[in-house]
């Protein structure tokens, strides 16, 4: 039962652009955290926002969410050959106890 | 620091053996998980506990039992491996009623 869906499901930019990653979803959330995975490693949380806020920054993150499109953003600005990695959204997905819903992923390859 | 270890980054196994993944987190945290991770299907979640003793069936729960006798530790059980059951399996752990879960590195299981 998928409930985000990353878009697109890869992108390939130059080292020092932006890379933006989007997140659609389906029912009614609490919050949408984002994950970062290295290949062949376990995930890292990078962020959450909330239903009732509509930006979040974390360094050179920027996350944006707008609920009456069920959908998220995340941006990564200034991006570096270390953020090669696959970006999951993760919803709460409300009624469903403590559990989260991750999407399938973007993988993103930052070229030097 | 928070911590997630998994007992084993590589294994592999026969059809039919009985397989043990073992998971334990230094954070006291109540709530853990078991995924599966496999290529476009993002990770599915197989089984979840709340507390000692206690287990949640995910979304894929067949195939596989879960023990946590401990607090710190979450063992997933493959009773009888079968060649499906090849993909990287994580753990995560997390405190009730909060939003991040912590992970593990991952076991990458080859039943052949």
């Known amino acids: 039962s998928q409930q985000g869906e990353e878009d697109p499901q890869a992108l390939s930019i130059q080292e020092g652009e932006n890379a933006t990653m989007n997140c659609s979803y389906k029912t009614s959330i609490n919050n949408l955290q984002w994950y970062r995975q290295n290949s062949g490693r376990g995930l890292v949380h990078l962020i959450l926002?909330?239903?009732?806020?509509r930006e979040k920054h974390s360094g050179r993150l920027r996350v944006t969410l707008d609920t009456s499109k069920k959908s998220s953003s995340l941006l990564i600005t200034a991006s570096r050959a270390a953020d090669t990695a696959s970006y999951f959204c993760a919803t709460d997905a409300r009624g469903r106890d403590d559990k989260i819903i991750f999407g399938k992923g973007t993988r993103l390859h930052i070229l030097p | 620091d928070v911590k997630v270890t998994q007992s084993s980054r590589y294994l592999v196994k026969r059809t039919g053996e009985k397989v043990f993944l073992e998971c334990v987190q230094d954070m006291d945290h109540e709530n853990m998980f078991w995924y599966r991770q496999d290529p476009g299907l993002g990770l599915r979640l197989i089984y979840f506990s709340y507390d000692v003793k206690m287990k949640e069936k995910g979304d894929i729960p067949e195939g596989y039992s879960v023990s946590r006798e401990k607090k710190e530790r979450f063992s997933l059980i493959l009773e009888s491996a079968s060649t499906n059951q090849t993909s990287m399996y994580l753990c995560?752990?997390?405190?009730?009623?909060?939003?991040?879960?912590?992970f593990g590195p991952g076991t990458r299981l080859t039943v052949l």
């Open positions: 926002i909330r239903s009732n806020e």
């Open positions: 995560a752990s997390k405190k009730p009623s909060t939003d991040t879960q912590y």
